[in-house]
């Protein structure tokens, strides 16, 4: 494999429905001192109204930015909606699409996900797919079956490509402080790569693919010593320039 390239690290923060300007002014100030430069990107995704904001005045900083969602249709009467040309106007480079959050209040499902990941992959957005399963569909033992049919349905239409980025999110340690183990991470994600390997062929072990729920400084290191996991989905821990730091400078 000549031209293989090994999945790129990518740390994303997850702001929610947090934070105004000021609290996103005063994040950055505290968080650039302390991140060592970055080879690898380190995406934070505010709120969109803080995007062209915080994306103007720190994305030469070494940061990149991005959406947490988007509609799949390029313009439209769909009140309160934003699409991928809306947000990339705002200075994302990525999206956050299918987030289980999403997909419970929302009612988002795998076709209207998939119509995200296209419309973002469009518009030249890097999305990044979140797939996972609930405590019930764990303990019925579906967990892998759930992120086998996650995964196929998200990205029925979609060409084979090192632009998206996928993040394994088991809906139970989301929020809830209940992290995976590092192993049963490693599992999941190892899984989801040889699925996306019967998909996508070799390409598959050049995608980076991320775990998410409850990841904090405590628990970095040892879910990024795991070989299939290339990064991090961080809600929580995001929100505070010192603990996100903290993670974002895990192997220094
Ligand atoms: P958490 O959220 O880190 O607070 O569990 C992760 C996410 O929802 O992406």
Known sequence: MDDYHSPQTIIVANWKMYKTQRGAIEFFDNLLPLIKKKENPVVVCPPATLLPIVSSKYADRGLFFGAQNIHWVTEGAYTGEISAEQATDAGAHFVICGHSERRHYFEESNEMVSHKVAAALNQGLRPILCIGETLEEREAGDALEVLRQDLFASLATIEPTTNIVIAYEPVWAIGTGK??????????????????????????????????????????????????????????????????????????
């Open 179 to 252: 992290v995976a183990s590092p192993a049963d991470a490693e599992d999941a994600i190892g899984f989801i790569r040889i699925q996306l390997r019967e998909l996508w062929g070799k390409l598959a072990d050049e995608v980076s693919i991320l775990y998410g729920g409850s990841v904090k400084p405590e628990n970095i290191v040892e879910l990024m010593a795991c070989p299939n996991i290339n990064g991090a989905l961080v809600g929580g821990a995001s929100l505070k320039a010192e603990s996100f730091a903290a993670i974002v400078n895990y192997n220094k």
